[in-house]
């Protein structure tokens, strides 16, 4: 497979289509297509190729991404960014060629297309990716969608009564003038309490929107949470979520580490929303085309909001855990000053580890300028796994080589005392040490967790390892943190090491640490091979 790129999980459960490059690994410009793969599980997927291919004068080069909604009568429709024969980005929607097949696999793009053409003030190659579309209570369709228009980053939207003429809205969902383009937006309703899921289309008394933009000037996702206003379809940051800013990249991120271009869809089964995104390579051009393929799929994570109503939660679907096989543990294990706990019994190459650890004491906590804070990565480069601290750095050593540790990535902590005597709490992922191969981007990935240390005296860390994926939860889903990785003694076949270590001033005690080999899912295979060819199951549960 080539590049994969998340554009749209919507449709139904169980079903992703994606921005993806049949022919080769590079994106290159008039090769996008979308790719189709169905799932009853959300961890094993069939491959049904693509679904929309650069065939018209409307998306000659390129099918670029989009989104699915639901209509009311069942039937899903693409809208999608086209990039016409002009090379200017227009947008165009598709519908299944049998809506009785159970699996969707062909689709037709109409003549009439695109439904959304550039508009004057918009510049060509700055108008892409609409959200699944909502109803307003005035039973028109909307729909959102990244632009530059004047000059300004903007996030618009349409107006719809048939799904087929669109109008503009006179104003902006957001914008801001600090941010040329802020691409692949996504605006959904969450439970101002609780961790059920809700419609896109939901509204009213509990309910708050969170507004998600990407920003490929740094590759990462920001967020805030907010008020929708559907009667001025505009968007408004609470005063308390880190939005107030006009600048996008003064939100909260969504993931600290390399993870792109999220989507979520509502999954009505479950009643939860899921969040897929995009995670791109870490090596060289080179290494994609020698590999055939290049960027995956995160982990389908399920998020809803704090209690404070200021962030998001996100935590690994369960289906995740049906993986887990055979079981490492330790409990109440002291890791003193210095000290390396190996956590055997499983091949950690392929595992999924869930640790709390207890801090005795907060006493030795450094001190840290309330300025840094706003620059965590700096804070984690300079204070790496192998700086010695007072409370931290602890955590986990993962894809370790043997006893020479000479490659590992560390996933660890590090209590801060601020000057005015309260305690914040550091999550990194230092990649300075893991891989000795040449030409990789090996980063330090930071970021703050907003727990009570001082209460609670304790903090967990949830770490799922795939080979050359790794993702971190602390606080129980409060910092999320990706990362690639691509240690050569796994390339010459030799196994990896999973640690807990503790490079503070004094020691740590694991209160709980239980960690499971993960059972290698189907991924891509014909979906005669994968039996879904004659199920209803994937026509059972609908998402919107």
């Not at 860390?461 to 990362?483: K, P, Q, V």
């Amino acid at each position: 497979m080539s590049e994969r790129r998340t554009t749209s999980s919507r449709p139904r459960t169980g079903r992703t289509i994606q921005m993806y490059n049949p022919h080769g690994a590079l994106w290159d410009v008039g090769n996008l297509s979308w790719g189709h793969s169905v799932s009853g599980d959300l961890v094993n997927w069939a491959d049904l190729g693509t679904v929309l291919d650069p065939t018209a004068p409307f998306d000659a080069n390129g099918c670029a991404s989009g989104s699915v909604t639901i209509l009311p009568d069942g039937q899903p429709v693409i809208l999608y960014s086209g990039i016409d024969a002009d090379r200017r980005q227009v947008q165009n929607i598709a519908f299944p060629k049998n809506p009785r097949d159970p699996l969707l696999r062909e689709w037709t793009k109409p003549g009439y297309n695109p439904v959304v053409p550039l508009p004057a003030d918009v510049s060509a190659d700055n108008f892409r990716d609409p959200t699944t579309a909502w109803l307003g209570r005035d039973g028109l369709w909307r729909f959102a969608i990244s632009a530059v228009a004047n000059g300004v980053g903007t996030t618009l939207v349409y107006r719809s009564a048939d799904f087929l003429r669109w109008e503009r809205n006179a104003a902006p969902l957001h914008a801001s003038r600090d941010a040329v383009m802020a691409e692949c937006p996504d605006l959904f309703p969450i439970a101002a309490r609780g961790a059920e899921g809700l419609d896109t289309s939901a509204r009213g008394a509990g309910v708050k929107h969170v507004l998600k933009v990407s920003m490929p000037d740094t590759l990462q996702d920001y967020y805030t949470v907010g008020r929708y206003d559907d009667e001025a379809d505009t968007f408004t940051p609470d005063e308390d979520a880190r939005g107030g800013d006009d600048d996008y990249r003064s939100w909260r991120r969504m993931d600290h580490g390399r993870l792109y271009a999220s989507k979520t869809f509502f999954d009505a089964r479950k009643n939860r929303r899921v969040l897929w995104a995009w995670v791109n390579e870490s090596d060289s051009e080179a290494d994609d085309v020698a590999r055939g393929w290049s960027g995956l799929q995160s982990f389908p994570r399920a998020l809803w909001l704090d209690p404070a109503g200021r962030q998001l939660v996100q935590w690994p679907v369960e289906e995740i855990e049906t993986l887990r096989r055979g079981r490492a543990a330790m409990l109440g294990a002291e890791v003193e000053s210095g000290g390396l706990r190996e956590i055997g019994g499983i091949a950690s190459s392929q595992a999924d580890v869930d640790v709390v650890f207890e801090i005795p004491s907060l006493e030795r906590a450094e001190g840290l300028d309330a300025n840094r804070l706003l620059d965590a990565d700096a804070v984690c480069e300079e204070m790496g796994a192998s700086v010695q601290g007072g409370v931290g750095p602890f955590g986990l050593l993962v894809m370790a080589s043997g006893d020479d540790l000479r490659e590992h990535t560390a996933v660890f902590f590090r209590v801060f005392r601020l000057l005015r005597g309260e305690y914040t709490v550091l999550m990194c992922t230092d990649l300075a040490r893991s891989s000795t191969k040449a030409g990789v981007y090996r980063p330090t990935h930071g970021g703050f967790v907003d727990v009570d240390i001082e209460k609670d005296k304790s903090i967990s860390l949830r770490t799922l390892i795939d080979h050359s994926i790794i993702e971190s939860f602390g606080g129980g889903g409060l910092t999320c943190m990706t990362a690639r990785v691509y240690p050569e003694h796994v390339a010459r076949g030799s196994s990896s090491h999973l640690y807990a270590f503790n490079n503070g001033s004094d020691a740590v005690k694991v209160r709980k640490l239980e960690a499971w080999e993960l059972a290698t899912a189907s991924v891509n295979v014909a979906v005669e091979d994968h039996g879904l060819a004659a199920s209803g199951d994937m026509c059972t549960s609908s998402a919107y």
